[in-house]
């Protein structure tokens, strides 16, 4: 449906054009049959206007089809280039994991709940066997936890520990950029929005309730911001940009727009005629 509303819209760009050459073709078509059927003339004018107006008609019907043709190809490349954007990943990655899953809940720390937000640093450190599942490590001034698997602040599965929840994935965002701005329609932003609740709730319980939410949102420039220092030293994040970028890539790399499309297959006819198998 949107497809076919952007090939509308890119028509009507061309509109006025195109409204001429046909307000030209029918007037050329009233002229002729109204002159023809009033004056005897010979076959072969006839048969002259008939095909220069019939040429206008197909160079209309083709400049149409053009038009719409390069409106699809541009269609189609923004629709691969907008996975490069940081909305899209997030929320794909999100997605892509299981939410019927129950929330699983941060276990309380003996971390004093005084500690402000901005005084605690949680590093994430690389897991020889998974990757995706980095362990944890928090520090509080000189004081320093031992590596905490990612359950304890609720970061997986209820019903799979070596499985990372959406949560983890926020929090790995975080990790990259500090604070971050989501624009996705309605539905996807209200999702988001729950699932940084829910982080929010399970740090405050591993932490503790303070004055401020760990993770606030900026009315004015609509940008998350979280307080808590998140140290990614196994770069999760820019790993996953890293392989949508070659990704996208790749579908760039494949991606045939439709005008070359119909010239590698006259090509191909063309090739297989002059070999002579259609003798």
């Not at 929090?171 to 982080?199: C, H, M, R, V, W």
């Not at 030293?233 to 940009?241: A, V």
Request: with cysteine.
């Amino acid at each position: 449906m949107e497809k076919n509303e952007i090939l509308s819209d890119g028509s009507r760009s061309q509109y006025s054009e195109q409204f001429k050459n046909w307000k030209w073709i029918i007037i050329q078509t009233i002229l002729w049959l109204s002159i023809s059927l009033k004056f005897d003339f010979n076959p072969v004018i006839n048969l002259m206007a008939f095909f220069t107006i019939f040429n206008q008609f197909i160079h209309n019907i083709l400049s149409i089809a053009q038009d719409k043709r390069q409106i699809f190809n541009n269609f189609v490349t923004q629709e691969i280039l907008s996975m490069l954007s940081f909305s899209n990943l997030l929320w794909e990655k999100i997605s892509d994991l299981n939410k019927e899953d129950e929330i699983m809940k941060a276990e309380r720390s003996n971390i004093p709940s005084e500690v402000e937000w901005t005084d605690i640093f949680i590093e994430l450190l690389p897991n020889e066997f998974d990757d995706d599942l980095p362990f944890l490590c928090i520090r509080v001034g000189h004081e320093q936890s031992e590596i905490l698997h990612p359950l304890k602040l609720g970061l997986v599965n209820c019903s799979d520990h070596k499985k990372q929840n959406g949560l983890f994935i926020i929090l790995k965002a975080f990790g990259k950029y500090g604070s971050f701005i989501f624009n996705g329609n309605t539905s996807q932003k209200k999702s988001i929005e729950k699932s940084i609740d829910e982080l929010s709730k399970n740090l405050i319980r591993y932490f503790g309730l303070k004055d401020l939410m760990p993770i606030i949102k900026n009315d004015q420039s609509a940008r998350w911001e979280c307080f808590i220092n998140i140290n990614d030293k196994t770069n999760s994040w820019h790993q996953i940009e890293l392989e949508r970028y070659q990704d996208v890539r790749s579908l760039l790399s494949d991606w045939v727009p439709l005008n070359q499309e119909v010239e590698k297959i006259d090509k191909s006819e063309e090739s297989y005629k002059m070999k002579g198998y259609e003798w």
